[in-house]
């Protein structure tokens, strides 16, 4: 059993309101995310091309299913129900040279989109050279669809046009320095989500900098970040609905109504958590990141994701307490009408 992770004030602002709450307190309406229980696909489809139940064990296990035998097992008479190929849900699973994701074909948006910063990855940031023309600059860069996924589940960047909406990195281009190429690869539509012009530009593009910033204090960052669909109460009948706007083509594309990002930093060995929700939304106002922090497990229940899975939970210390847990929002990113294509 996980220990808890530090529990961090439960103030929730700009709107975020009852679905935040929801989440917070882990309503059993994201239980079922957890109690689901299937055969794992890889399991499955690994077996496929050997299937040879007539081998699966002794005649007395052997039973008649539509004339064809199979093993009086689980797993084997799985081999024989998906015979023809396990039908899903399937991730595709992304590797670039400066993230790694998995692809959500449902939505059109990456479940999870995972980075790794140091001193010595962004210290090129740091590094004004105006007369170096070859260096790697997301101004080179152009939108493009993602070429590795299937073309039938795949973005395209007119999928944002006259939307109303940004097409929001998840994965900055910002964090990435060391060449034009993995510059080029945050470009890629899967890594991006509909997001509002005000908060794209604003709060989040804030908090991106923010989490930069934290290389000065840690070692290692480890960040997590991806699209959350939460419920919210209808003022009419005072039941909770997941609602969420679809764009696109042919109206495929969902709208997240919340953004996560789950961060790990190492300093001298040692693990330190934070995790944070911000909704789909301009700011007014400088408001205090504790306002946005809510439990991993909350995250995890409504995600159905499992983060640093590899990490005890009990031995990992407070992001909160290494670093303050704050940032101001610039004024002119207060609320600013959206509009343009210029999209971070």
Request: glycine share 10%; charged share 25%.
């Amino acid at each position: 059993m996980r220990a808890k992770e530090p529990k961090p004030k439960p103030s929730f602002g700009l709107g975020v309101g009852v679905g935040i709450g929801l989440a917070a307190i882990g309503v059993g309406l994201y239980g079922y995310f957890q109690t689901q229980n299937s055969l794992h696909p890889v399991a499955v489809s690994s077996f496929l091309p050997q299937i040879n139940p007539q081998l699966a064990g002794p005649p007395s296990t052997i039973v008649s299913n539509g004339g064809v035998a199979v093993a009086d097992d689980p797993l084997t008479r799985a081999r024989s129900i998906v015979r023809h190929g396990f039908h899903g849900p399937k991730a595709d699973n992304l590797y670039r040279l400066a993230y790694s994701a998995a692809y959500d074909r449902g939505r059109r948006n990456a479940y999870w989109v995972a980075e790794r910063l140091t001193k010595e990855s962004l210290e090129k940031l740091l590094i004004e050279d105006d007369s170096d023309t070859n260096k790697p600059d997301r101004k080179h860069s152009k939108f493009t669809e993602d070429p590795t996924v299937p073309p039938e589940f795949r973005v395209k960047p007119i999928d944002y046009s006259n939307s109303g909406y940004d097409r929001g990195h998840l994965a900055p281009a910002a964090d990435v320095t060391e060449s034009q190429k993995a510059i080029d690869e945050t470009f890629y539509m899967s890594n991006m989500s509909p997001q509002v012009p005000a908060f794209n530009r604003g709060i989040w593009a804030s908090f991106e900098r923010y989490v930069r910033g934290l290389v000065r204090s840690f070692d290692e960052v480890y960040v997590v970040t991806g699209p959350l669909y939460l419920p919210k109460v209808d003022e009419g009948d005072g039941k909770f609905y997941v609602r969420y706007e679809v764009i696109g083509r042919e109206k495929n594309v969902a709208v997240p109504t919340h953004f996560f990002k789950v961060i790990l930093g190492v300093k001298n060995g040692k693990n330190y958590l934070g995790s944070f929700v911000l909704p789909n939304e301009g700011a007014s106002h400088d408001s205090p990141m504790e306002s946005f922090m809510l439990p991993v497990s909350a995250i995890e229940r409504s995600t159905g994701l499992e983060f640093f899975p590899m990490l005890e939970r009990k031995s990992l210390g407070n992001l909160c307490s290494v670093v303050k847990c704050g940032f101001l929002l610039a004024a002119k990113f207060k609320l600013k009408p959206g509009g343009g294509e210029d999209e971070g």
